[in-house]
């Protein structure tokens, strides 16, 4: 499943399989901290034409509160957890993009950005939640990407890792090579390649220093499994101004 930590703490969950991929689980619930007990959603079973029911949903909270459902469908949109409302906002430009083949980052509160799917594909896109909440395409990656991992950077700015080059799922095909999109000139800049195959279940995170630790991959999809990671030090980390992490 999608799990999503609500404003008052509480852990919203969707989608997922009760078996297998053709046995999806249709009902969302939130698990209340205080009372240690799960509440059931039967009502959004088919919100959004089916962008609630999709394997892997990617969810982030708006300013406003609620749920946004950024994919992988097309229909993209709120969620009310209060009434168990859905209430559509706009279709991506760029359709279904595949349920885990794409990645989406909110950069800024209420800003969205999704890049990469099935079959592979460079373009990438963006919404703003406290603007016009329409999808608007930004500039092409340098290569298509199925499966990459987006980061936001101590900077504000989105890294882009991993993935397969085209619509394969081994490593002859991997993406080695990384890039930072910009919000300020909303461009993408070529950054330093990985040493190791980053595909299937692969992630990266930003550490605390401000450094990336890129892992994993594979467990699955006759993918190769691989136990190991790497760091990556961004460019800001070499810069003569002073960095401010940003806190969230």
Not at 42 to 63: F, K, N, Q, V
Not at 230 to 244: T, W
């Amino acid at each position: 499943p999608s799990t999503v930590t609500l404003p008052n703490g509480d852990i919203f969950t969707m989608s997922g399989a009760n078996g297998s991929e053709s046995d999806l689980n249709y009902t969302p619930e939130i698990w209340s901290v205080a009372a240690s007990t799960w509440r059931k959603l039967p009502e959004l079973r088919d919100c959004g034409g089916g962008s609630c029911t999709l394997l892997y949903p990617w969810l982030h909270i708006a300013p406003n509160g609620k749920i946004f459902v950024s994919g992988a469908n097309q229909a993209t949109g709120y969620i009310d957890t209060n009434n168990a409302a859905w209430t559509a906002v706009d279709d991506t430009t760029a359709g279904f993009r595949g349920a885990y083949m794409a990645t989406s980052v909110s950069y800024e509160p209420g800003k969205v950005l999704i890049a990469g799917g099935l079959p592979a594909t460079n373009s990438a896109e963006i919404i703003d939640l406290n603007g016009n909440k329409k999808w608007t395409g930004v500039t092409n990656m340098a290569i298509p990407r199925r499966e990459p991992t987006g980061t936001v950077l101590a900077d504000g700015s989105v890294f882009i890792t991993g993935g397969n080059e085209n619509s394969s799922s081994n490593d002859a095909s991997a993406a080695f090579s990384a890039e930072t999109w910009s919000p300020a000139t909303k461009k993408w800049t070529a950054a330093d390649h990985t040493r190791i195959p980053r595909l299937y279940h692969s992630t990266t995170l930003l550490l605390p220093d401000g450094r990336l630790l890129n892992m994993g991959g594979g467990l699955g999809a006759g993918v190769v499994t691989h136990k190991n990671y790497q760091i990556y030090s961004p460019a800001y980390l070499y810069s003569a101004s002073c960095l401010v992490v940003r806190r969230f």
